[in-house]
Each structure stands twice: as C-alpha cells, then as structure tokens.
C-alpha cells in the first residue's frame, strides 16, 4: 500500500527524510480516490476514465494535481479527515485550479512525463517508482530547497476561484461543500504556526477569512447545503482509514483506535495490516482469514493474505489468494501484477509465459510500472529471450527517468530484435525518447 497529495509546496532532501515520504501503491485506496473524483471531473467537464491517483506516504495535509489528471494526495490528509466531504471537498478544490488553467506556469512536458519524471521534476530528485500491492514503496528525495520549487503555489484570487469552482462542482454532483468549509478551517489554524510546523497546503494555498465566508454565504444558498455523506462513500473511508492506521501508524497506535475488542471489519482490517507491519505474521493471517470467511467476494481481503503469505516467504502458497483477488477484480492492474510477480518468483519455467502474459497486459494498462517492467524484463531473461528482455529493462529506466540506461538498453535490443518488428521499432522509440530526456535534464541542470 502506497500514498501522495494535493497543494504542492514540497518537501526538501532533508524535509522528505524526516517525514520518511515515499510514493506508495493500493489498489483499494486509489480507487476509493478515483471515486471520489471521477463526478467531480465530470462535471468540470474533464475524462475521468483518464485519472491517476498516486499515494505519498506523508503525515501533513497536502494534495496537489499535476500533468493534467494525475492526482498525489498525501496520506496524513487520509488519515487526519473526519469523513469523505472533507476529502471530496480537497478533490472539487484541486479540480477547480486544473479548470481554471491554474497550472499553466508550470512546464509543458509535464503533461507528457511519466509519473517518476513528474515527481522528479517536483522533487529535483530522479524517483524511481517500483513496487506493488501492500509491499513496495519507492523514495522521494527533494534535490533544492522549497522555495525553488514550488511550481503548484497560487495566488488568493485562484484560491477563490478555485473555491467557487470546486463549489460549483460539489453542487452540480448533489453534494455539499461543507466539507471543504470544515479542512479549510482545519488548516486555517495552521497559519499561525512558524514556518517550519506549516503544513505545506497552507504555504501552497494561501488562505483568508474572506474565503471561508464566501463559501459559507454560498452554502447557505445552495439546495445541497444539507446534503450528507453517501453510505457508499463512507463505507469507502472507513476501510481506507482502517488500512491507513494499520499500515502506518504502528501496533500501539492502531490498537488504541481498533483495539481487540472491535471485531468490526474495520478492527480487524487495521489489525491485519499493524500485525503484518509488525512481522506478527499469524495474528494478521487470522483476522484476515476471518474477514475472508465473512466476506469471501472482496478481492483486498484476498489480496491482504497473499502479501501475508509472501513476506512469510510461501511463495507458492500465496499465490492462490493472488489469483482469487485478481478474478474478483480482474480490471485492477495492481492485482494482476500480483500474479505475474508470484509466477516469476515460483522459479517455474513452465509458468513464464502465462508470467509474460499478465505482466504484458498489466503494461499496457499502466505504461508507467516501473515494477511490472523489471518483473518483465526478469521473465524474458529466464527464457533466454535476451532481446525483449533488453527492451523490458529499456521501458523500465525510461519511466524512471534514467536516459543513459534506457538509451543502452534500447540498443541493446535493438541489435538483437529482428528489423522492422514491433519490439525493434519501440526500440527505435525509446532511443530517440532517451536522447531528448537527456537533453532536457542537462538543461534544466
């Protein structure tokens, strides 16, 4: 599990080392986010269909949009909300900013960058994003100090009108903006911190008086102004806190807030997740069995167990439970690639290229997995099939922004792959791509 945020001061090297921020991956998580916004794009007019949601494993309150549709919450906004309104109500802002042409100062090739060059960009460090499912994690490093940095800043006119926007949105989708009224006055209080202890929303997004009254003076207005939190979304918060508290914030913290007395499913998913983190592997295995007996259609809880059962080092035998979430939830890239790693971890030569095959379409679904292109290049390379697996490890330094390595290895199948094939022609690609990359960064060098 994996997580990022909206509001974009960031956090520099020694900043980002203190906070322990790293980009993280869920499944569960991302899709509750992309449910959250997807009427939300809709109504601004913008493909919901096309959002990414990135997770930063980071405890301030922080969100920011960048390269169009691509969304970074922070974890520590997750966690720190009351309910979903709060948490919509960031979305219909940020959204509001992205509508408004907020972002036009920041540089074009942001729009086409993978996700790593974006953070790379932001951070002034390469991120190399790895990983999957509740394990991986890749670090974000900041390369220059904040204010050197800070593309995603605003002015308090387009914090209005991003207020008005994101209102308008809520509105249009039948939900209210109390929600966003409620964070706004959370962070309100952080505006008489020293810098230092600033969240760094509140540096990003500047904030006034006048802007809370204006929203409350509209939401007085507005039809929706009493509208509540939906069971559906709710339901989705309480499981994505769970999971949160459980995975981050420890043993001691999550038993004081789920303690063993709670067998709600959200008790025993926090549990699950502080005793796995805690390497109390057959306590997590128990309540995750338990969940799975009383819910035995929910592919996460499946999902859970099988990352279980591999950090116990059952390879094989977490490779069921991955194959149960994945035909649940056949659509989630996450899940697939669960699969196709375990299959290259079973040292199987017979299941390669049922490997290849999941791993391919995981690719194809999520260009910018870094994790499921090594896994590939891994596959390849056990079948002797030395070409694919140099463009493999060609597409994997790309999206991590490595042009030297991914320039090398390009040529490297490029030599090998037969002229003319689709694998030599992306090899053609990746070269051409790899030399404008380099290009790039020794500019802004």
Excluded: C
């Excluded at 993978?114 to 394990?135: K, P």
């Amino acid at each position: 599990m994996m997580l990022t945020a909206a509001g974009a001061v960031l956090p520099t090297a020694a900043e980002a080392q203190r906070r322990g921020a790293s980009l993280v991956r869920d499944a569960e998580i991302e899709n509750t986010i992309r449910a959250y916004a997807a009427p939300l794009f809709g109504a601004a007019g913008l493909a919901s269909e096309a959002i990414s949601v990135h997770l930063v494993n980071d405890r301030s309150l922080n969100a920011f949009v960048a390269g169009g549709q691509r969304i970074f919450v922070n974890t520590g906004l997750l966690i720190r909300a009351d309910r979903p309104a709060q948490v919509i109500g960031v979305l219909a802002h940020e959204i509001g900013h992205i509508s408004g042409g907020h972002l036009a100062r920041m540089s074009d090739a942001i729009d086409t960058a993978s996700t790593a060059m974006i953070l790379s960009m932001l951070f002034g460090a390469a991120a190399a994003v790895a990983g999957s499912g509740e394990a991986a994690s890749a670090a974000i490093l900041g390369g220059q100090h904040v204010a050197e940095r800070s593309f995603l800043s605003f002015t308090r006119s387009q914090e209005s009108a991003a207020d008005q926007a994101g209102a308008t949105y809520l509105e249009q989708t039948g939900q209210s903006a109390s929600g966003l009224i409620e964070f706004l006055r959370i962070i309100g209080g952080q505006e008489a911190l020293v810098l230092e202890r600033q969240d760094p929303y509140v540096r990003s997004h500047p904030l006034t008086p006048e802007r809370v009254a204006a929203l409350e003076s509209r939401q007085q207005r507005s039809p929706f102004r009493n509208a509540k939190d939906s069971p559906e979304n709710i339901e989705r918060f309480k499981r994505m806190q769970a999971k949160l508290v459980g995975y981050l914030e420890g043993l001691p913290v999550t038993l004081r807030k789920y303690p063993e007395s709670d067998t709600s499913l959200y008790g025993r998913y926090a549990r699950a997740f502080a005793y796995f983190r805690a390497l109390d592997f057959q306590r997590s295995l128990a309540e995750t069995d338990s969940l799975i007996r009383d819910y035995p259609n929910d592919p996460f809880f499946h999902e859970l167990k099988a990352d279980i059962l591999l950090n116990m080092g059952r390879v094989a035998d977490s490779l069921p439970p991955a194959q149960d979430a994945y035909r649940l939830a056949p659509n989630e890239p996450l899940l697939a690639f669960g699969v196709g790693q375990r299959l290259v971890a079973l040292n199987d030569d017979s299941r390669l290229d049922e490997a290849i095959g999941i791993l391919r379409q995981v690719t194809l679904r999520e260009p910018d997995s870094g994790a499921a292109w090594q896994q590939l290049a891994t596959a390849y390379g056990r079948k002797n099939d030395i070409g694919m697996a140099s463009l493999a490890s060609a597409e994997r330094y790309l999206v991590i922004g490595s042009a030297r390595d991914a320039e090398g290895q390009a040529e490297r199948a490029s030599r090998l792959l037969k002229e003319g094939t689709p694998g030599w022609l992306r090899a053609q690609d990746i070269i051409a791509a790899s030399k404008d990359l380099r290009r790039q960064q020794q500019q802004r060098r």
